[in-house]
Structures are given as structure tokens and as C-alpha cells.
């Protein structure tokens, strides 16, 4: 019966250092995006301690209303930066969402996606294939390459402005071994993580990333048996089972690199996170710490480990004489602390005007399927950050996350703030 009840609790008991931490102050109140639109208790960090205290006390249980509940968490990490104490209630979500898996299981189509497709890197892409042709045929066309879904949709957000499924995926656009062009000295070699969202959705970005990297020296290689890096199924769903499983195709696919470099905050912080969350044994546990050690996200490759020249950042004719705006990414900001470097970055770029947006670092609520489930709830958090872009006058919004990219091109064609959303290394020639 202990083993059961041990088992029951296993990664909450893992983090409840960080439950104990919590002074139940009710300080992230004012901080919470979440609490801010839902005024429940719940929807904060103190309301999830008591509420997961209440789990270990046998005064609740793993009930559809307690999922619910947890899930409705962006996971921004607000609460700890601004917390007294640094309470990571956060470490407590996600290994209290991995127990109440554990507890209830994957529901449908959750357990598909995650489980069967996700680790699927092939038959992923054939059903986001698939998906791309449906898209061009049942979804009308606003802005671009933007599709707005139909209201018959509602699992995926009613009327929700989504970008179309690339033609050509990055992998058939790009070799495994990129090097750098003739008469250019090849300075290091590195690993470049895809994501999913560049690989399928925004390839010319991955490609424009590739091409820049080579041109400055750096010899870029893209493991064809790399898969996503698995947030969306051990961070948000909890399922820590099929994580381990991505972990180790991911450690295994770059473990003869010195870097691995991505272009999205949320893939970066994840794969770093292999070690914190899914390390189950020694020998894991090592292989993650020394693979999340050399994970870096691009500003923070150009500017730590390259240095490169002011020189070197020349503007894209779309950037070109435009007022540039930041958006700091959750995952970027709070979780791994990397705020100066895009900042220099853009501030380097000859005949591009930055302007520092109010709350840059506020959280945009896109938090993954948080937006799909809780797309109203998600909404509302977005159009404040709407609002302090449209204040900057900015011409161009800038990221490193193509989740947060999405979440503005929704917010900001619904609000009708005529701001271009990009990812920063679009602003580089």
C-alpha cells in the first residue's frame, strides 16, 4: 500500500521543496495573466499549492475538475521571478500534471497526437502534409500565408487566425551537412535543432538561419533523426513516459556536436529541461545535463559563443528603415535569462529603430495546446499585449518563438493593429 500511495505522488514528492517554499503570501496575484482575466484562486500559484497540498493530504483527488484546473497554467514562470520567496510552483504543475496522467491517462485526441504521432517524426509529417492540403482547401484566407479558421472548428480556437502549413517542409529544403561557402574559413560546427513549427510551418526561417550561420563561419548540421523536442508532451500534458522516449532520440541525434542551436525560446528551454523532469536514472541523468549544457538559443550563439561584429548584422530589405519593436518570450526571459543579447542584436542593425514596448516580458498566452483549450481565456491575455505593441508605433514585432509569433499575428489582426510579426533572424540579410 506505501509503494501505491508513493507512486500516486511520485514527481509532486520530487518538487515539493518548492511546494513547502510557497508563504501562501498571495503575491502572484498581481502578476498571474491567468488570475488577471479569472479573479479564482485557483488559476494562481498560491490556489495550485493549496490545491496540490490538498491532493497529498488525500482531501482531493484526480477528478476532471482538478485537471482542469491545472491546466490552466501558461507556465510562465511570472509567479517565481516576482515571488519573495522564488516559489517555482511551476516545477509543482508540471510534475503534479505527469501524476494526475499517471492517475487518469491521456484523453482523446491527446493520447493520439502525443503518444503516436509526436515521436513519429515521419508519419507526423505525413499527416501535417495531409493537413496542409485540407487547410488550402476548407480554410478561407485573410493576410498572406494566414488561414482564419472556421467557427466549426472550435477544438482549435473559434475563428482563429493560424499561419498555413508550408509546401516544402525545412528537411527537404536543407542537406544534413551545411557548410560554410567557399573562401570562408569554418570557425566551429554546430547542431541546428528544427522544432516543429520551423520545420513545417516556417522553413524559409530555418533555411535563412542555415545561410547565415554558414556565411559566418559555422558549419551547420542538420540530424535527420532529430523529432520534436517534446514540451507540448511532458511540460503541458504531462506524459513523462513518451517524453523520456523523445529525450532520448534528441540526446542521441546531436550527442557528437559541441553546440546545438534553435531558433524557438519554448524548444530551447525544453530540451534543457530533459534533465529536471525526465532523468529517471543515473546514467539519464548525465546525458541530459551534458546535452541541455550546450543547448543555445540563436541570440544567445551570436552573441556569446560567435561575436560577431556589429558588421555583421545588416538589415533585411523588409527591416530596412523600420521601427522595431521586442516581444521577450516567457521561455526566453524568465526561464533561461536571455534578454540583452537579441536586444543588442537589434540595436546592431544599421537603419532599424528599436523601441522598447510597456512589459515586453508580459506573457502573450500562448503556452501551446493552453491556447487551443482556453483559446476566450487566452485571448484576453494576448490583447494586452496588443495594446502595448500598437503604443510603441512600432512598424515590426519581434520574437524568437514562433508559438508567441502565432499568438501575435492572432491578436494583432483581430485588434486590427497594423504591426508586421517576425522572428528576429528575419530582420538579419
Not at 476548407?138 to 475563428?159: D, N
Not at 507540448?232 to 506524459?239: K, N, R, S
Amino acid at each position: 500500500m506505501a509503494k501505491t500511495t508513493k507512486n500516486r505522488y511520485e514527481q509532486i514528492k520530487r518538487f515539493e521543496s518548492d511546494l513547502s517554499q510557497c508563504m501562501k503570501c498571495g503575491f502572484c496575484t498581481f502578476w498571474c495573466p491567468v488570475y488577471q482575466e479569472e479573479l479564482i484562486e485557483s488559476s494562481v500559484a498560491r490556489g495550485k499549492n493549496m490545491m496540490i497540498r490538498g491532493l497529498l493530504a488525500g482531501e482531493l483527488d484526480y477528478t476532471k475538475e482538478y485537471a482542469d484546473r491545472l491546466n490552466r497554467c501558461t507556465l510562465c514562470m511570472t509567479c517565481t521571478v516576482n515571488c519573495p520567496a522564488k516559489a517555482n510552483i511551476p516545477n509543482v504543475i508540471v510534475a503534479a500534471r505527469a501524476d494526475t496522467v499517471r492517475a487518469r491517462g491521456l484523453k482523446f485526441p491527446y493520447n493520439i497526437v502525443y503518444r503516436w504521432l509526436l515521436p513519429r517524426r515521419t508519419l507526423f509529417g505525413n499527416v501535417v502534409r495531409f493537413a496542409s492540403w485540407f487547410q488550402r482547401i476548407f480554410f478561407p484566407k485573410t493576410q498572406g500565408t494566414i488561414r482564419h479558421l472556421p467557427l466549426f472548428l472550435s477544438a482549435l480556437g473559434k475563428g482563429r487566425n493560424i499561419p498555413q502549413i508550408a509546401p516544402r517542409f525545412l528537411r527537404q529544403m536543407v542537406p544534413v551537412v551545411n557548410k560554410p561557402p567557399a573562401g570562408v574559413k569554418t570557425r566551429m560546427k554546430v547542431g541546428y535543432f528544427t522544432g516543429c513549427m520551423t520545420d513545417f510551418v516556417f522553413p524559409e526561417l530555418g533555411k535563412h538561419m542555415i545561410d547565415f550561420l554558414t556565411r559566418n563561419g559555422v558549419e551547420v548540421i542538420v540530424p535527420g533523426e532529430q523529432g520534436c523536442c517534446g514540451a507540448p508532451v511532458f511540460l503541458v500534458a504531462g506524459d513523462f513516459d513518451t517524453g523520456r522516449k523523445m529525450a532520448g532520440v534528441n540526446v542521441k541525434a546531436f550527442k557528437d556536436l559541441d553546440y546545438v542551436v534553435t531558433g524557438c525560446a519554448t524548444c530551447t528551454s525544453a530540451l534543457k529541461d530533459y534533465a529536471k523532469f525526465l532523468a529517471d536514472t543515473p546514467e539519464r541523468k548525465e546525458a541530459c545535463t551534458k546535452f541541455g549544457d550546450k543547448v543555445l538559443d540563436i541570440s544567445q550563439f551570436l552573441v556569446d559563443v560567435l561575436r560577431l561584429p556589429p558588421s555583421a548584422y545588416q538589415p533585411s530589405a523588409e527591416a530596412r528603415g523600420k521601427k522595431v519593436t521586442w516581444h521577450d518570450p516567457c521561455h526566453l526571459s524568465r526561464y533561461l535569462g536571455i534578454t540583452s543579447q537579441p536586444r543588442q542584436i537589434i540595436k546592431s542593425i544599421p537603419g532599424v529603430e528599436f523601441v522598447e514596448m510597456p512589459n515586453a516580458d508580459r506573457c502573450c498566452g500562448m503556452a501551446g495546446t493552453f491556447s487551443l483549450r482556453y483559446y476566450d481565456l487566452s485571448k484576453k491575455i494576448a490583447d494586452k499585449k496588443a495594446e502595448a505593441i500598437k503604443s510603441t508605433g512600432a512598424d515590426i514585432v519581434v520574437s524568437s518563438c514562433p508559438g508567441c509569433e502565432i499568438q501575435l499575428i492572432d491578436s494583432l489582426l483581430r485588434n486590427k493593429v497594423p504591426v508586421k510579426v517576425m522572428h528576429i533572424m528575419e530582420l538579419l540579410k
